[in-house]
Structure formats: structure tokens, C-alpha cells
């Protein structure tokens, strides 16, 4: 059993289809839909947690990349931006996974992509708009 | 033997201070003692970058052809609206300032991305800002409408100026409620979920002179990546707060107005600020040197976190209320460390105010000292110190009838 964290960015007119339907039903895949966005007449962007066998999880990708949907791994669409970060460290009691790491000799910031969950609660947290999602 | 700060600065002139930060001071004082340290070290810079709300530039725009008095009138920057209160065409300009459709906390909590904060970093970093007014018009000033992209490097005057910075030590923010919420002290978790504090400690420049021997009017310091002044007290200047015994106070205390020519400064060292919830202001980088003229100074300059307190206040009910009340006393040490306690809990830290940058402060200001010959001065007046009597009264409200 294999498990990603993808964002998925799909064209206006696959946004009445039913994708993850079919990677559950035909793919045999754990969907788990973390964040959704659909902007009318532009493109649907959808962030899932999917897990299952090698084998079908890539089929499954295959799939999507056949029907025209973009597939991200997910720390590619959240941006810790160190130029804009001034180490003030007020989000780092707000990040739940330790993804925004603090050393404390010399008080300095970094980020973990892979501890990232991309919950969103360090954005409105930072004062500086030194974090960005894109979605 | 004192020092005078006359031998001090033909030192600088010379090139032979020796100027260390207020980090550095603390183990040299440890490795050479008091008086050796005191001999030999002629300068400690001190410094500190968080946010300030009691900040704003005054700008003078220039005379348009035809003219126009903005005074009376209305102005805005970029959408932020500026006060119009002076003469023809100075415009002041504050951090907190909102453009007139922000929709504020109207879907709570707002998000606060653009205002009077954000317009002074863009006009420090030389970006063109659009300028709109509207005026009623006179026959020394008959325009009534104008309409332009202004840039810093072709308006008059552009000064800095800050009512209210440099807080000498500052609340514990935390949140005892069942619901999140969004302060200028940050996001407060439910249930003692974070606690946020905002202070560079033992490097903060009021912390490191706590009754004001040698920081006082007219004293030169780095001010957004330029050179200001100390102009006055800041307002709210309480140096009667409560002290530990080597002079330190356990709480919010003195405070510094300053200004200084924006033109000089740099983006890196002024920067919009958004708090969720609360609102815009600026983070202002400042850095102070403080001449060492005898051994009781450069004691003062060796405070450690560990010998700093701040009180910790319940922001759900204690603050808004303005109910006395700490929920007690932590040293900057633990709160650095990233976990205090409270009430028996353990809470985790986060800093509004940035430790790295303000030690990038002190360097700076280090090497103007001894290369760039920046001069030290004696102040015009001393600020109000401990045995002033001064304090910080609340509001007294009269009912109107
Ligand atoms: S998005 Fe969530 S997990 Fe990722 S850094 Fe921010 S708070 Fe941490
Ligand atoms: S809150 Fe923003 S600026 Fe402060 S440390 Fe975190 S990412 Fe950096």
C-alpha cells in the first residue's frame, strides 16, 4: 500500500466529470480530498491524499495525465518564500507537523517540504506573506 | 576612569573603537570582568525589528500647476487614505490605515493584506504610488481634483516618523477562551494553545539602558536601514513600571518617538505588516548604540534573557477588558526556549519580533561605527526615567449628557 499527497489541476470542461469516482471505482484507490477549488469558466484544482497498490496507484495517475489533468506532488504547490521570511518565528507554534523548523542558537527559519501537510493555518498566521499555497 | 562620549567618537574618527553588540557583551563582561570590559569596549549596539503600530511618514508632494490644497480635502495612496490636516500638500501617512472598501472584520477574521504599512515599504523600495484627491477649491488653490503617480525620489521632504517604537519590553500574549482568537499580538489558539511574545530581549535597545543614561533626545540611530534620531519620548512612555532589582522592568515601560529621512532607508528594514484579524502596521528595524561611559553602564549592557521577565496576559478577556491581571512571569530564556508554563500547562513560543534580524541590526550598526565613522551624541534632554513620576494613565471617561 502506497500513499501521496497531489494536487490535481484540471481543465474547464473536465469539471463535470466524475474523476475521483472512477480512480475509486475502476483504480480501486483511497481518495481522500484534503482541499477543493473550482473557478467557474477557468480550471478545478484539487488537493487529495491517494493511497493503494503500486501498480494501480499508477494506472490510476495514468489515467488523470490521459485525460488532461495536471498532477503535482503536493509540496510543489505550497511556498515557504525566504526572502519575504523574517524569522520572527510566530508560526511555529501554529504549524502542527513541524514543517517550519526553528534553530534555536540562532534563531533562524527553515521549511521542511516533506513534513508539510499543506493545512493552510501558517498563511494567515505570518505577518509577512512569507508563506504561500497556491490554491 | 569614565569615558566622555567626545573621546569616544575621536576614537571612531581614528578608527580604534572597539564596538561589539549586545549579544557579544555579555561574554566578554563573563570572560574579563566589569571594569576591564568597561575600559576597553567603547560602544554596544543594541537593536530590535517587529512590528510598531505607532508609525507613519509625513510627505511633502510638491506644488501641482494648477495648485491644489489637499488640506481640508481628501488624499489617498494607493486606496490607503492619508491625513490631509496640514497646509497644502504635506500628507501623513500611517501604518494602520485602511483602504476606505477593505472590508475589515466584516467577515471576521479579515485579512488585512494591504494598508498605511504596506504604501511606506513600496514607496521605501521606489516603487510609483498612485496619488488621488479631491479638494474644495479656493482662489489662492483652485483645483479641486487630482489625479497622479508619485515616486519618493521626486517629492520634497519624506520623513519617517513614529510616535511610538522601541517598546522596552512588552506582554506575554495568550488566549484562556474555548475559541481562537486574532490579536495584534498574532493568532492566539484556544485553551493556552500558543503563547506570543515580542521583544529581541538582551538585545532590545531600551533593555540594555533601562533608566535611559545615555539614550535620550536627539540621539542618532539606525532607522529602517538609515540614519534617524530619537525625536522624543515614544508615547505611552512609562518608566514607573515595576523593576527587577538590577533595573530591568518586568513589563511594557518606556518607549522612543523617531524620525529620520525615508529617502535613506531601505525596504529590508520597513515592512508592511499583516495581522489576521487585527489589522496593517509596519515593522520597523531599529538599532541603538549606547556609549560606554563607566562600569554602571556597561552593566546595564550585559543583561541576559535569563534576567529579563515579561508578564504573561490572558488576550480573550484580561486585555480587552483592561482587567489588571498576570497570569504570571516568564524570562526571555524560557521563552526562547519554545515552551513555558502557565497555569501548570506547558504552552509553546512564537516571536512577533525577529531575534535573527535584529541581531543583523546590531552588526550593521557595528560596522557604520567602525568603518563608516558614525558618530555617537550626546543627547539634547534625558527622557523621563524612573524617579520622574511619570505614568500611563488610562482614559478617564465623562458621560456627554
Ligand atoms: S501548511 Fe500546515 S503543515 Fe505546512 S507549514 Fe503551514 S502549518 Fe505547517
Ligand atoms: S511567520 Fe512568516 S515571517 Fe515569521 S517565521 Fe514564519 S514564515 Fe517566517
Known sequence: ?135 | MPKTIREINEKIKRGEAVVVTAEEIIDIAEEKGVKKAAQEVDVVTTATFGPMCSSGAYLNIGHSKPRIKLGGGRAYLNDVPVYTGFAAVDILIGANALPDDDPRNKIHPGEFSYGGGHVIEELVAGKDLKLTATAYGTDCYPRKKLETWINIKDLNETVLFNPRNAYQNYNVAVNLSDRVIYTYMGILKPKLGNANYCSAGQLSPLLNDPYYKTIGIGTRIFLGGGVGYVAWQGTQHNPTAPRTPNGVPRAGAGTLAVMGDLKKMSPEWLKGTTMTGYGTTLTVGIGIPIPILDEEILTYTTVKDEDIYAQVIDYSLAYPEFEPGSLGEVSYRELKSGRILVQGKEVPTGSLSSYARAKEIADILKNWIKRDKFLLTEPVQSLPSADSGLTFKPLKERPLE
Not at chain 1, 49 to 78: C, F, H, P, R, T
Not at chain 1, 88 to 111: G, H, K, W, Y
Open chain 1, 1 to 135: 500500500m502506497q500513499k501521496k499527497k497531489v494536487v490535481l489541476t484540471f481543465p474547464y470542461k473536465l469539471i463535470n466529470q466524475p474523476i475521483t469516482y472512477h480512480l475509486i471505482k475502476d483504480y480501486d484507490l483511497k481518495v481522500n480530498i484534503l482541499r477543493a477549488r473550482i473557478n467557474p469558466r477557468e480550471e478545478g484544482r484539487l488537493m487529495i491524499e491517494i493511497g493503494g497498490e503500486e501498480k494501480s496507484l499508477e494506472k490510476g495517475m495514468n489515467y488523470l495525465k490521459e485525460l488532461g489533468v495536471e498532477v503535482q506532488s503536493l509540496a510543489q504547490d505550497i511556498r515557504w518564500l525566504d526572502e519575504k521570511c523574517t524569522h520572527c518565528t510566530v508560526c511555529i507554534p501554529i504549524c502542527p507537523t513541524e514543517a517550519i523548523i526553528l534553530d534555536r542558537n540562532q534563531m533562524i527559519v527553515s521549511f521542511d517540504k516533506d513534513k508539510c501537510i499543506g493545512c493552510g493555518l501558517c498563511v494567515p498566521a505570518c505577518p509577512y506573506k512569507a508563506v504561500e499555497i497556491l490554491f
